[in-house]
């Protein structure tokens, strides 16, 4: 009797467990099928009508990347490339690229990919910041630059970008300057966890997912007011808005983002031991997002490096504090 029992409630638990498993298997299918089946942004980059006057495209790893060249009317006295942070795009450095040209500077501001007017497709390429950099450096000898001294800028995530870039040629760089970002501290060694996490990303309906929750949820006028808001710590235009979301409106945004996260490899840290240049922190005093601790920390390590503080900016001082942010910097150049 007693074993009819244990039968029938084993039946009992095989069906429950057959029945969960159809149903799961058939939400699997559907949210695979489903996000093919909503409309997401379709719109890419014509080269022939870029988005600014001075925009530039070149293709570096099978990729399309955006960069704009500002060129001073006489001899340049040095270059500086501008590399922008997470989200961000040449839009960030609005304020200072012009202004840094007119005094004399051969200027290069670049979109990384998965972020502004470079291409979104296919980001299935080293998004770390040595292999940034190195792509950027690609970047630079293709260009007829007369002279040969560098004088690199990086926000945000955008400052361990400039931080390899400056370690990969030391002796081509005559200044660093890491705007509320301190760049590398070292070696990074992913988890088994995040190594699973990555993997299971990659499954293409979850990327097309991020097009279209991105298109729904995210990538809209007031969401960006909002998040500027929270990084100037100020109030935020709406054209600030617009300029940060116009690259978001492209086909593959969504996906892009979350591949720069996937494809983002291991790297150890360069001999910085071999840049002699001054290393200039800038860092707004009431930054939200990442705090000026930081860039104290990074001090710590580099004691040669400088920190300078813009009383009352957020995390975004070329932006809303461009008039000190572009003196401290042409001064210093100087």
């Given at each position: 009797?007693?074993?009819?029992?244990?039968?029938?409630?084993?039946?009992?638990?095989?069906?429950?467990?057959?029945?969960?498993?159809?149903?799961?298997?058939?939400?699997?299918?559907?949210?695979?099928?489903?996000?093919?089946?909503?409309?997401?942004?379709?719109?890419?980059?014509?080269?022939?009508?870029?988005?600014?006057?001075?925009?530039?495209?070149?293709?570096?790893?099978?990729?399309?990347?955006?960069?704009?060249?500002?060129?001073?009317?006489?001899?340049?006295?040095?270059?500086?490339?501008?590399?922008?942070?997470?989200?961000?795009?040449?839009?960030?450095?609005?304020?200072?690229?012009?202004?840094?040209?007119?005094?004399?500077?051969?200027?290069?501001?670049?979109?990384?990919?998965?972020?502004?007017?470079?291409?979104?497709?296919?980001?299935?390429?080293?998004?770390?910041?040595?292999?940034?950099?190195?792509?950027?450096?690609?970047?630079?000898?293709?260009?007829?630059?007369?002279?040969?001294?560098?004088?690199?800028?990086?926000?945000?995530?955008?400052?361990?970008?400039?931080?390899?870039?400056?370690?990969?040629?030391?002796?081509?760089?005559?200044?660093?300057?890491?705007?509320?970002?301190?760049?590398?501290?070292?070696?990074?060694?992913?988890?088994?966890?995040?190594?699973?996490?990555?993997?299971?990303?990659?499954?293409?309906?979850?990327?097309?997912?991020?097009?279209?929750?991105?298109?729904?949820?995210?990538?809209?006028?007031?969401?960006?007011?909002?998040?500027?808001?929270?990084?100037?710590?100020?109030?935020?235009?709406?054209?600030?808005?617009?300029?940060?979301?116009?690259?978001?409106?492209?086909?593959?945004?969504?996906?892009?983002?979350?591949?720069?996260?996937?494809?983002?490899?291991?790297?150890?840290?360069?001999?910085?031991?071999?840049?002699?240049?001054?290393?200039?922190?800038?860092?707004?005093?009431?930054?939200?997002?990442?705090?000026?601790s930081l860039g104290e920390k990074f001090?710590?390590?580099?004691?040669?490096?400088?920190?300078?503080?813009?009383?009352?900016?957020?995390?975004?001082?070329?932006?809303?504090?461009?008039?000190?942010?572009?003196?401290?910097?042409?001064?210093?150049?100087?």
């Amino acid at each position: 009797m007693a074993n009819q029992y244990f039968i029938k409630i084993k039946k009992t638990l095989l069906k429950i467990v057959k029945i969960v498993g159809i149903i799961i298997l058939s939400l699997f299918i559907l949210l695979s099928i489903l996000p093919y089946l909503i409309p997401v942004n379709q719109a890419k980059v014509d080269a022939n009508n870029p988005p600014f006057k001075e925009s530039r495209f070149i293709n570096l790893e099978g990729k399309r990347w955006h960069y704009r060249h500002f060129k001073p009317q006489t001899t340049a006295k040095s270059n500086i490339v501008l590399i922008h942070g997470f989200s961000g795009s040449t839009f960030s450095w609005r304020n200072n690229q012009q202004v840094l040209s007119d005094s004399g500077y051969n200027v290069i501001s670049i979109d990384l990919p998965a972020f502004g007017y470079s291409e979104k497709d296919n980001n299935a390429f080293d998004h770390s910041a040595k292999g940034h950099a190195n792509n950027i450096w690609k970047l630079i000898d293709s260009l007829d630059l007369k002279a040969d001294s560098f004088a690199v800028i990086g926000h945000s995530m955008g400052a361990a970008v400039a931080w390899s870039f400056a370690g990969l040629r030391p002796q081509s760089i005559s200044n660093v300057f890491l705007v509320d970002g301190a760049g590398s501290m070292g070696s990074s060694k992913g988890s088994w966890s995040s190594s699973i996490i990555k993997f299971c990303m990659k499954y293409p309906p979850l990327l097309r997912w991020a097009d279209v929750l991105g298109g729904a949820m995210f990538f809209k006028q007031k969401k960006f007011e909002k998040l500027l808001n929270s990084a100037y710590s100020q109030k935020a235009d709406a054209v600030s808005a617009a300029g940060y979301l116009a690259p978001f409106m492209l086909k593959n945004s969504g996906r892009a983002v979350i591949e720069s996260f996937i494809y983002n490899k291991n790297h150890s840290e360069s001999d910085y031991t071999k840049l002699k240049c001054p290393v200039q922190l800038i860092w707004g005093s009431n930054d939200k997002w990442l705090p000026i601790s930081l860039g104290e920390k990074f001090i710590e390590k580099y004691p040669s490096a400088n920190l300078f503080k813009i009383e009352g900016a957020g995390h975004c001082p070329m932006e809303t504090h461009s008039k000190d942010f572009n003196s401290y910097i042409l001064g210093f150049l100087k």
